[in-house]
């Protein structure tokens, strides 16, 4: 499985963008997906998951701002990302777990796509 994410750039705040996390493979359709971001000197933070089923979740940090969703046809899940604001500057990273329902443990996300790079000014 191979993971590729694009759809990163500059973005003024309150601009928006759409992610996209394109995989490879043929258990994607049925398993957990999630998206994770990293600003420059702090820890990995979970953004978003959407599992097998189509549940999703999301941090408070960006409820009612962000949407996950999938398209299992295309094997593309999809980040749109609205009312950007400069604390959501990071690198956005997607995974995929090998499990429909989403795991608590970051450890059992397997593959990882290689980040695309999200910069909102103020």
């Known amino acids: 499985v191979q993971l590729q994410a694009s759809g990163g750039g500059l973005v003024q705040a309150g601009g928006f963008l759409r992610l996209s996390c394109a995989a490879s493979g043929s258990t994607f359709s049925v398993n957990a997906v999630a998206w994770y971001r990293q600003a420059p000197g702090k820890q990995r933070e979970l953004v978003a998951t959407?599992?097998?089923?189509?549940?999703?979740n999301y941090a408070d940090s960006v409820k009612g701002r962000f949407t996950i969703a999938r398209d299992n046809v295309k094997k593309t899940v999809y980040l749109q990302m609205n009312s950007l604001k400069p604390k959501d500057t990071a690198a956005y990273y997607c995974t995929q777990a090998m499990k429909s329902w989403v795991p608590r443990d970051p450890l059992e996300y397997v593959y990882w796509g290689q980040g695309t790079l999200v910069t909102v000014s103020s």
């Open positions: 959407i599992s097998g089923g189509g549940s999703t």
